[in-house]
């Protein structure tokens, strides 16, 4: 997406204009990162105000929406992904993005994930996941550990996570991405990326949860002696298996672009019906065909 016609005589704005509410997650918390990033994105990009859309489902990450000065929704938990289909396909003028945690996109919304992923509906899905359920005050969530300590495991949990990657390949997205919240510019960088792919782009980005799980992501982050380490630069983005092969690697894996495929988007897919559809009827208006079909019932 990028700057267009209707836009080149608009004045710019800044991300001052574009802040909504004050953020009101934990301090220290990782989703500030990922915030901060999108502002400066839609800045960067000057899409209009208008036409800046964020969905979001339930949880401390779908508190998202309250902080853009823009249009958004704050949807039921786990259907943020629906609603957001309902949009796009809707409204093919505009990119959808959604954000979404750990908990609302993989476990009561895993099904909608998957759907949104195999359709290929164009929109960005933003996951920021912090292995634990926050907003409730420190559940185990699909992504916590093995042996992971919460009100719902007091003695470590036995379930093994979901890893995100393997589950996003799988159900055939065609964009794929991983970030960590403490490195804005590689933020960035997925984001550019993930805006300018047509279909469903999705970005799996650790976010520290430093109220109930701090530290769970130091060992991807150099700060604190870990190693970020990027998607090698040989790497074929366009190779689903190469893919798979780097999603299988031990935490904290690989950052940076796993997969990238053109695949045609529902949305273009539907447009074409609706065509073919419009012109079998003669190009009539839609009213004229409610009309029509109204008046076989009188």
Sequence with gaps: MIASAETAFRPRYTRKELTGNQPTWCPGCGDFGILSIYLKLMEKRQVPLEKIISVSGIGCS???PYFVNAHGAHFLHGRALPFA???SLSRPDLHVFVFTGDGDALSIGGNHL????????????VIMDNSVYGLTKHQTSPTSPVGFRSKTDP???LDRPINPMKKLIAAGATFVARTNSHLPNHILEMMEKAIDHDGFSVIHCLSECAQFYPGAFDKANPRKGGVFELVPADHDVTDELAAYKLALAPFPGYFGVFYQTAVPTKNSLEAKLIADAQQKAGNASALDL?????RRFC
């Design 114 to 125: 998957d759907h949104a992923a195999r359709k290929n509906v164009k929109m960005t899905c």
């Design 62 to 64: 779908s508190r998202f």
């Design 290 to 294: 409610m009309t029509k079909t109204l």
């Design 155 to 157: 003695t470590g949990s």
């Design 85 to 87: 289909s309902g949009i």
